[in-house]
């Protein structure tokens, strides 16, 4: 068994210097807790180093994920309804995301071919939808592009008379600047594209559509 030796008076630390490491310790901590974790975590930055490291645009990233994830869990009930069970087709209508009535037309006319350009600008924080009335089995394509700033973008089709909420998506996406495709109406009612700009800056998106469509027009 070997005796350890025990530390002398002068070995250890005064009062002093303990107290000079509590206070070096506490001090890096805020430096840290300002610079690095409010930007990164909540896109807080009072000192602006955070945005010269990039960590405050990582925060603002965060929020807006959150957001957008709180705003896709309260519909996803509604959006897995609509994949699941066939869609009655009553004659009065209304757009759940618009949150204004569209009336069925009495007697359909047949959808001929059509083509149209429609451009919108939407402020920070802005939303716009632009929505074309087609009839089950009608075909589209489309393309639409920002002026360079993404956008976050949900493509997707009610049908007339629809409960609040109840609507079928074909595809979204987070923070693009475009999107091109084709979809087919799986039923009688509005089909169309939701915008939302998350930026600091204006965004102008210019939509492009040919297809088999009753009309086209924007809703918000």
Do not use: C
Request: no cysteine; hydrophobic share 40%.
């Amino acid at each position: 068994m070997y005796n350890t030796k025990l530390p002398t008076q002068s070995d250890l630390p005064t009062s002093r210097q303990l107290l000079r490491s509590t206070l070096i310790a506490i001090s890096v901590a805020a430096v840290l807790l300002v610079t690095v974790v409010m930007p990164s975590e909540y896109a807080i930055d009072p000192t602006g180093a955070g945005r010269l490291l990039g960590l405050t645009q990582m925060g603002e990233m965060k929020i807006t994920l959150a957001e957008e994830a709180a705003v896709d869990a309260a519909v996803q009930p509604a959006a897995t309804a609509v994949a699941q069970a066939p869609v009655p087709v009553p004659p009065v209508a209304q757009e759940p995301v618009a949150a204004a009535p569209v009336a069925a037309p009495v007697s359909a006319p047949e959808p001929t071919l059509k083509s149209d350009e429609m451009t919108v600008t939407l402020k920070p924080g802005e939303a716009s939808e632009i929505k074309l009335e087609m009839l089950n089995t009608a075909t589209v394509s489309y393309e639409w592009t920002t002026n360079g700033m993404p956008v976050n973008h949900d493509t997707h089709g009610e049908p007339y008379n629809a409960p609040n909420g109840f609507y079928h998506s074909y595809s979204k996406a987070k923070q693009v600047k475009g999107d091109k495709g084709e979809f087919t109406a799986i039923f009688d009612g509005t089909h169309g594209w939701f915008w939302r700009n998350r930026s600091n800056s204006d965004v102008t998106i210019t939509l492009k559509t040919k297809g088999e469509y009753l009309s086209i027009k924007r809703v918000i």
